[in-house]
């Protein structure tokens, strides 16, 4: 799928994207701030981005302005484990992001997440999106107020933060209808494009072919 905004592209990973990923995983807040290792050997990035690749609804976000690969958003099936919330129905979602620091500050994620909602609500028609943060992540926190979560739950001692600390756990979370019922949404314009026959070749490459390889030969956009 390849959802286009005023300023962004969002597609699938491709194995071409391993330069542009790797400078972003290998910087030192990225990871950490999103609950993973700071990225120090390229060849466990391109492990990693090969993963990515084969993931149904991990929208990697492109900078119009340069073609860059700048981050992402994932779109994934909702874990009720990470959330002291109520019971949900079937089919529900939970969506993760991240971003190169070097594009921080610019609106960048809140654009790029209406997208993939309006994709979820609209195309999709899941009932509900969840998202969370770490309660020290007071970024992450802002883009989802922005983007109209609503706090649903917290979870104490979630994990370690920069600072050596312990934070909590800040569980989000917006329905269907109060899409539908924010104003924010209601005039949003992106282009979508049906991208399965990409998709599947692109996932192909990604789990037949040794990482070395890949890296060697010259791929074409399969938009």
């Not at 799928?1 to 030192?28: C, P």
């Not at 860059?68 to 939970?94: F, Q, W």
């Amino acid at each position: 799928m390849k959802l286009e905004t005023e300023r962004l592209i969002l597609r699938n990973y491709k194995i071409t994207d391993i330069e542009d990923y790797w400078e972003y995983v290998s910087q030192e807040k990225v990871g950490p701030m999103c609950g993973w290792p700071q990225y120090t050997d390229k060849q466990k990035a391109v492990e990693r981005l090969a993963i990515e690749i084969a993931k149904p609804n991990q929208f990697a976000i492109v900078w119009k302005e340069n073609n860059k690969v700048i981050g992402s958003v994932e779109l994934m099936d909702y874990k009720p484990e990470r959330y002291e919330t109520e019971a949900e129905k079937e089919n529900s979602k939970e969506m993760a992001f991240l971003l190169h620091e070097g594009y921080w500050g610019k609106g960048i994620m809140p654009e790029a997440c209406r997208a993939v909602m309006k994709y979820a609500f609209e195309k999709l028609k899941v009932p509900s999106i969840f998202i969370g943060h770490a309660e020290a992540n007071k970024q992450s926190g802002r883009v989802q107020e922005k983007l109209g979560f609503r706090i649903t739950g917290r979870r104490e001692n979630y994990r370690e933060w920069l600072d050596g600390k312990t934070t909590a756990l800040i569980g989000r979370k917006m329905t269907r209808q109060e899409y539908l019922d924010n104003p924010i949404y209601q005039n949003l314009q992106i282009k979508v494009k049906d991208t399965k026959l990409g998709l599947l070749e692109e996932k192909l490459w990604a789990t037949k072919l040794d990482t070395r390889e890949r890296l060697k030969l010259k791929r074409t956009d399969c938009f």
